[in-house]
């Protein structure tokens, strides 16, 4: 966890939820370390630098899981997947972003967008994408 922030915890998985009985996959939580073994230390740096502007913000939730991690507020904010030569950041924002960075947009409820961005080096972690971050987490915290 970055911070603090109010959670359910699933009696099976054990993993938390923003409510009470929340849907999701029982899927068993690991650590983030657990979720980067074995992978290129550039994706740990990438996940590390987007972890750090996030915790400047807030408090954020840390929902490691073995094909990635979720960062949530009071809903979800973004997920970081590792791959095989960059990491995949599914974030979600309350507009849609025309970026030719971004992998795919997708509009879901409510107005927001998911952006999929793959990030290969930590320089990725601009100032654009940090202004996004702050975005996505104003969103989730509302």
Do not use: N
Request: proline share 6%; net charge negative.
């Amino acid at each position: 966890m970055i911070g603090g922030v109010s959670r359910w915890t699933c009696p099976v998985c054990e993993r938390q939820f923003a409510r009470v009985h929340q849907v999701h996959t029982c899927a068993p939580g690991c650590t983030v370390d657990e979720t980067f073994a074995g992978r290129p230390p550039v994706q740990r740096a990438i996940y590390d630098a987007l972890a750090e502007h996030l915790a400047t913000l807030g408090p954020v939730h840390v929902d490691a899981v073995s094909v990635g991690v979720f960062l949530k507020s009071e809903s979800k904010i973004a997920e970081v997947r590792p791959m095989a030569k960059a990491v995949s950041l599914l974030l979600i924002v309350p507009r849609a972003i025309e970026t030719p960075r971004a992998v795919r947009s997708v509009r879901i409820s409510g107005g927001r967008t998911v952006l999929d961005l793959r990030l290969a080096s930590v320089d990725d972690v601009d100032e654009e994408l940090r202004g996004w971050l702050i975005e996505a987490y104003d969103a989730a915290t509302d």
